[in-house]
């Protein structure tokens, strides 16, 4: 199974069309696929609170947004996500890469992965772990319920997921 | 001229388009001189007005504007490449240069000295920057909104505030009717 083609067909079957993204060695090779889809409008962002604000503003205008973004934004992005994303009750698919966790060759990235979920949690921000490729089959049905319930929804994928980055 | 007499002054122009305001004592004047459906309030996120109206343009076709402030800009300066890379012609960022961060006790900001918003707007890429004075800023924002291209206004004026209660509209409310008059 292509992971990247997977994790982009299941956004447009969702009619998600406009997704802004911070790179991650381990989503290159997502973020290529969006940047390769005509049902999506993709725009870089410089950070990750920069790419909330933009996913706000195309929500209020009609489109459904995604943001892609490693882990360590979530030390970024607090403040947006209370402020904006969950007291105005918008809908946010976030793709994460889970650096940090099993497989990891950077131990600084170690040090943000041991807070990620526990922010999350203190956030009441729903969150799914990607350990295993099929856990991607999870994906949909995460999709269809972040725009059921307009909530921020995070999606937490590890180098396991991704085939092992950093031991190879 | 301080923020809310230019506020004041440039009320009807922007009243029939749909607007982002930033967080604080701008939103709170607009609020107070011109509530409509078609102001999305920010309550908080100091420094997204700029990209949450960018997102909102790219979205859809009617004009949008961005109400800014120089020290909200200053907080999100790595918004400006974006503006400037993916332009979309019904946007406009209207940057009210003060030179403080009016909403916090006017303590100055360094556009208020040796920074120029105009030059860091242009260095990023964005191709119609005008700097203009309070007084002169409704024939440009005018022209700015009918315009195909899109505009960065840097409008400089006075450090100044006056006294205002908060809004207490709930932020869903702001959002839903703000994106009924998105449909509409």
Known sequence: MNIDKKIVDDLVANDVSFVTTVPCKQLAGVIDEVENRDDIFHIPSNKEDEGMGLCAGAFMGGKRPAIIMQNTAIGVTINTLATLTQFYRMPLPMIISYRGELREPVACQVEMAVHTKALLAQLNIPTYHFHWQKDVEEFDNILKYTFMCNKPVAILTDANFWGGYGDQ | ?184
């Open chain 2, 1 to 184: 001229m301080i923020r809310s007499e230019i506020l004041k002054e440039i009320a009807p122009i922007l009243n029939p388009h749909l607007v982002v305001c930033n967080i604080g004592l701008p939103s709170q004047e607009l609020h107070m001189i011109d509530d409509n459906e078609r102001n999305f309030y920010m309550l908080g996120t100091m420094g997204l007005s700029s990209s949450i109206g960018f997102g909102l343009a790219l979205a859809q076709d009617k004009p949008v504007i961005s109400i800014d402030g120089d020290g909200s800009v200053l907080t999100n300066l790595g918004t400006l490449p974006t503006i400037a890379n993916n332009a979309a012609g019904n946007y406009t960022l209207l940057i009210i240069d003060n030179g403080s961060y009016g909403s916090t006790g006017d303590q100055p900001t360094y556009a208020g000295r040796k920074t120029s918003l105009v030059a860091v707007a242009t260095a990023c890429g964005c191709e119609n920057v005008i700097e203009v004075q309070d007084k002169d800023l409704g024939p440009v924002l005018q022209d700015a909104i009918d315009s195909d291209e899109m505009t960065i206004i840097v409008c400089k004026c006075d450090s100044g505030n006056i006294k205002l209660p908060v809004i207490t509209l709930d932020p869903v409310v702001i959002r839903h009717r703000f994106m009924e008059a998105v449909k509409a």
